[in-house]
């Protein structure tokens, strides 16, 4: 199971594996990329660099980075993103091989929800002052029954600083919604729908939206009644919460 890219062949089986500890190693010690990124460093320094740091790594994989160390990057930063964003698709190229995408967003959708609802769990796994593989230790035992991709994509999601465990996994799911001609809607009403008005509910969205949608539903009391679409850059907000709301303020 092998793909060229850029004239390197590489085992895709392998592939997140190799990219997903590149992107957290580069994230946990900036001055990895910082020497990367350094124009005054030579071919030589950087293939050395890659190869002691990364030698549990393919071959493949690694001479990759070394290609994409010789371009230049504005900031290290930009290269750390680079190279999260490599781990990113070679989980749901894993995906697509393996379970098949939809059942693994149907895994992470399950996440989502998981770390929403149990608020105890959610801390232990997002806090910051515990170092990344002493919480990796919590999410291996969480996550023992799940395909190596969504644990693969999870494990990004809670290891990267940058944004909230929410945003990394909207990010993702994005991702991995776009390689399929789609985009992510996030339905939120008040009470579970039954397969059938889910499916009527979905083609109305996506009728709204002019897309081709892959949902994630969200059951939240709070929003009382009605229903808000989160779809990229656009928010219907039709709950009665909202409208409540609108009404508190007109008589304020």
């Known amino acids: 199971m092998t793909e060229t890219i850029s004239s390197v062949t590489v085992d895709s089986a392998q592939a997140s594996q190799d990219w997903s500890l590149m992107a957290w190693t580069m994230l946990e010690y900036p001055a990895l990329a910082r020497a990367l990124t350094d124009l005054a460093a030579s071919d030589a320094s950087k293939?050395?660099?890659?190869?002691?740091?990364?030698?549990?790594?393919?071959?493949?994989?690694?001479?990759?980075?070394?290609?994409?160390?010789?371009?230049?990057?504005?900031?290290?930063?930009?290269?750390?993103?680079?190279?999260?964003?490599?781990?990113?698709e070679a989980c749901w190229q894993l995906a697509d091989q393996t379970i098949g995408s939809p059942a693994c967003m149907d895994q992470l959708f399950a996440f989502a929800s998981l770390i929403r609802a149990d608020h105890r769990l959610r801390a232990a796994l997002t806090d910051r002052l515990v170092p990344w593989p002493k919480r990796s230790i919590l999410v291996d035992q969480i996550l023992a029954d799940q395909a190596s991709a969504s644990h693969r994509l999870i494990s990004l999601a809670l290891s990267w600083d940058k944004d909230t465990v929410d945003q990394q996994l909207r990010t993702i799911m994005d991702h991995g919604a776009s390689?399929?001609?789609?985009?992510?809607?996030?339905?939120?009403?008040?009470?579970?729908?039954?397969?059938?008005?889910?499916?009527?509910?979905?083609?109305?969205?996506?009728?709204?939206?002019?897309?081709?949608?892959?949902?994630?539903?969200?059951?939240?009391?709070?929003?009382?009644?009605?229903?808000?679409?989160?779809?990229?850059?656009?928010?219907?907000?039709?709950?009665?919460?909202?409208?409540?709301?609108?009404?508190?303020r007109d008589f304020q």
């Open 47 to 88: 293939q050395e660099l890659i190869n002691q740091t990364f030698k549990r790594c393919q071959v493949g994989t690694r001479q990759q980075l070394l290609n994409a160390s010789d371009q230049v990057w504005t900031t290290a930063e930009q290269l750390t993103n680079w190279v999260r964003a490599q781990a990113i």
């Open 179 to 248: 390689r399929q001609g789609q985009v992510l809607a996030i339905i939120t009403v008040a009470r579970a729908l039954d397969t059938d008005r889910l499916a009527r509910l979905s083609a109305a969205v996506a009728a709204r939206l002019g897309k081709d949608i892959v949902v994630e539903l969200r059951v939240d009391p709070s929003v009382v009644g009605g229903v808000r679409i989160d779809c990229g850059d656009q928010l219907i907000d039709a709950t009665m919460a909202a409208r409540l709301e609108a009404a508190r």
